[in-house]
């Protein structure tokens, strides 16, 4: 069972500040907010922007080179699919995702060819376990290459004892609800949009337009 957090304590704000250098802040990452809107500005560069998009839950956001940051977040969409079985407890605990939710649901292929049709780079926090769904899922795009944000980052080099995504956004004050594509998606960008460095980092052994992808598919 995954533990609920802590309720905020109203009654400790008073102790903030006498004693600033024993407490920090943490603060939902705006991206994950209701209601969002989209496309979304994150940083005001124009000229030599490339498309990005994160898959299952797709985000397709602009990076720019000469900037090496991500710049703003086009647009986003969610796509659910019927596995044929039921889902089990688990999986739904960890991920909200109900038999309800992706009752003959099917994702549309041409859909997702079209957000990849520039034979983008794959970019997953986990892409040795995402890959091998994502292939035997969508055969056609077999030919994508994919890099991991996880094992391709020196998060080490940058300051950092972990690269679990939850704990990286953490330290950098900000929290979200994980184990949910949706918010496992718009964390990551999120979090490459405060550390530009480390997606300039990944992308240098690239050199090519780029995808930012969390697949979450039943098998």
């Keep these: 069972m995954t533990r609920a957090p802590a309720p905020f304590p109203l009654e400790r704000l008073a102790d903030i500040p006498e004693r600033p250098e024993d407490f920090r802040l943490l603060e939902r990452i705006p991206l994950t907010r209701k209601p969002q809107s989209w496309p979304l500005e994150l940083s005001a560069v124009v000229g030599d ?7 299952y839950y797709l985000v397709k956001v602009l990076y720019s080179p000469s900037a090496k940051r991500i710049v703003s977040i086009v647009d986003v969409i969610s796509l659910y699919e019927d596995p044929g079985k039921p889902i089990p407890g688990l999986i739904t605990e960890l991920t909200g995702i109900t038999d309800d939710m992706v009752q003959r649901q099917r994702i549309d292929d041409a859909l997702v060819a079209s957000w990849l049709s520039d034979d983008p780079l794959v970019v997953a926090h986990n892409a040795q376990f995402d890959r091998p769904f994502f292939e035997k899922r969508f055969v056609t795009l077999g030919h994508l290459s994919w890099a991991c944000s996880a094992s391709g980052i020196d998060w080490k080099a940058l300051g950092f004892e972990s690269r679990k995504l939850e704990y990286l956004l953490l330290r950098l004050g900000w929290f ?28 240098s052994e690239a050199d090519r337009r780029t995808v930012l992808g969390k697949v979450r598919i039943s098998p």
């Design 49 to 55: 922007e490339q498309p990005m998009v994160v898959l």
């Design 176 to 203: 979200y609800e994980g184990h949910r594509a949706a918010t496992d998606c718009l964390a990551m960008a999120w979090l490459f949009h405060l550390l530009p460095e480390s997606v300039a980092n990944l992308l």
